[in-house]
Structures are given as structure tokens and as C-alpha cells.
């Protein structure tokens, strides 16, 4: 029998990393159990593991890479920090091994997918697995405007007369098991309750997306990590990140900044975006690559 494993994420505050879990495993018939993604190579057990590797890597890129061989890795939505050292270590001889071993390997962006292939790895643009959460059978009657984490931004008082704020940062003592079940209810209040999302956490702005829910989002058009909702044609609002170490975006208010004019720039009346057939066939090609990797294992 197949042996599959999950994620966790020891003391950390970003409960998108619980979201992204989901969404893998949404196509998996169960856990048997889960890992720390930020310390991989010290998972060392006798019988192969089947493990997707999504998400972003990482804190601890010399704990990580490269992961050892009873993983049996099918990476989608893998995306490569530019914020420490971890290209230096995927880049190593030892790592670049390893990932072509389990080619072909998904990026969550173009900018990691292009590094892989001028080192020789079979890479494609996979997005990412938050993308796939079903669209949601109809907008709510009486819904809300919901601020994820963008409760610092000039929102227009029309807004905010009908919204409500949320955040994506939780504790870092919080149990494992408290911040997916947390997870899962942010998922379903955007799911049944939004009718319009603010935010700048990609991590709620994808699985918002796939559930037809219209997202304005802030974030540094330059960073690579959040490009591919530009690629899907979302619309990034430009603000600078003050402190990328956590991901707080904020803006700089100096002498100059007009918060009316920044308001008029933005466009309050987003709608949803059709990502209908893409979805389709992203779930199709996981599926396929999900089947190969497990008959590798029987």
C-alpha cells in the first residue's frame, strides 16, 4: 500500500502554507504522515513515501536539499526564494541531481521554472495547486467585502461600511492541528460570505479565484513570488514592501502620497475571473502525474 505524507510547518506564522497543504490534499485518499517542509533531509525513513512538493522554499534551504530518497517527490508549484541562500543550495550539484531524478519538475512561477531549465532540469509552469478549489455554486445574498490582511490601506469608505477583516498570520505556537483547522474555516468564510476580497496574501487571492470570488490585490508588482496573477491578468496594485523577511506589505505614506488618488487608481469593482478550463486541465495533468508517481512506488 501507498504511503503518502504531508506537510507541517514547525513556528511558523503564515497560515497560506495550511492552505497550500489543502489543496494537494484534496486529491489524495488520506495521510499516513506529515513532515516539516523546512527540514526534509532529516526525514530518513525505510519505506518510500510519496510527498508533492509545493510551495515555497525555503527557511531552512541547508535542512532541505537535497531530500532524500525514500521521498518519492512529484513537485507542483514549487516555487525557489530569492529572499536568503536556497538557489545557492538547489543549484548545487547534489540538488540538480536529485530534482532531475524526479522531472518534471512544476514551478509556481516563471522566474523559477527559467532557472531551472538553464541548469538543465525538465521544468514546466505548473501554478499552483490553490488554483483548483471549486468554484462555488453562487455569491452569497448578503455577503461582505473581506480584508485579508490589508486592513493598512486606504480603503474607500464604501467598502468598509460592508466589510469585515481577517488575517492570514497566526501565532507561532499555535498547534499544527489548530492552524488547519483555521485554514479551513478562512476558506469557507471567503467561500460562502464574500462578495468582494481585499488582500495582499496570494494565498488567499488563489483560492479565492477558483472559487469565482473577485479579489483586488496589493502587492510589489516586481516580486516573482506573487507574478502569476499578473499571468492570470489579476490586476497587482503596487505597494512597497517594507519588510519582505515577514511579507508585511505596506505602504511608504511620505509627504507625497495622496491616499485619493491612490483609492482612484484601484479598481473596487473587480469581477471574478473565468479559470474554469484551465483548472480543468491542471487537475487532469496532476492526476496523470499523481498515477505515475504511485505506480513508481507499488
Given at each position: ?25 484534496q486529491f489524495l485518499p488520506g495521510l ?98 490553490t488554483l483548483t478549489f471549486p468554484k ?117 505614506k511620505d509627504e507625497k502620497f495622496d ?40
Amino acid at each position: 500500500m501507498i504511503k503518502y505524507c504531508g506537510f507541517r510547518y514547525d513556528h511558523l506564522t503564515n497560515i497560506g502554507d495550511q492552505i497550500q497543504s489543502l489543496a494537494v490534499e484534496q486529491f489524495l485518499p488520506g495521510l499516513d504522515i506529515r513532515i516539516n517542509r523546512d527540514s526534509l533531509s532529516k526525514f530518513q525513513e525505510k519505506e518510500q513515501h510519496l510527498l508533492v512538493m509545493n510551495g515555497w522554499f525555503s527557511h531552512t534551504p541547508n535542512l532541505c536539499f537535497p531530500v532524500h530518497e525514500p521521498v518519492c517527490a512529484l513537485f507542483w508549484g514549487f516555487h525557489v526564494t530569492d529572499w536568503n541562500n536556497t538557489w545557492e543550495y538547489v543549484l548545487r550539484p547534489e540538488s540538480i541531481a536529485y530534482l532531475k531524478r524526479h522531472e518534471p519538475i512544476g514551478c509556481r512561477d516563471l522566474t523559477t521554472m527559467e532557472c531551472f531549465r538553464e541548469s538543465g532540469i525538465n521544468a514546466f509552469y505548473s501554478k499552483c495547486l490553490t488554483l483548483t478549489f471549486p468554484k462555488r455554486a453562487s455569491e452569497p445574498k448578503d455577503g461582505w467585502n473581506i480584508l485579508v490582511d490589508a486592513q493598512h490601506l486606504p480603503i474607500p469608505n464604501h467598502i468598509l461600511k460592508e466589510s469585515i477583516s481577517v488575517s492570514h498570520k497566526v501565532p507561532n505556537n499555535l498547534p499544527e492541528k489548530v492552524k488547519f483547522i483555521y485554514a479551513r474555516y478562512l476558506l469557507n468564510l471567503y467561500k460562502e460570505n464574500a462578495k468582494l476580497v481585499i488582500t495582499t496574501r496570494l494565498h488567499c487571492a488563489l483560492p479565492c479565484i477558483a472559487m469565482g470570488i473577485p479579489v483586488v490585490f496589493f502587492g510589489d508588482e516586481s516580486d516573482y513570488r506573487i507574478s502569476l496573477l499578473k499571468d492570470m491578468g489579476l490586476k497587482i496594485n503596487h505597494i512597497t514592501i517594507k519588510n519582505k523577511t515577514s511579507y508585511a506589505s505596506e505602504i511608504e505614506k511620505d509627504e507625497k502620497f495622496d491616499s485619493m488618488v491612490f483609492q482612484k487608481n484601484v479598481n473596487w469593482n473587480a469581477k471574478p475571473l473565468d479559470f474554469e478550463k484551465e483548472k480543468s486541465e491542471m487537475i487532469k495533468t496532476f492526476k496523470q502525474l499523481l498515477a505515475a508517481k504511485a505506480n513508481l512506488i507499488l
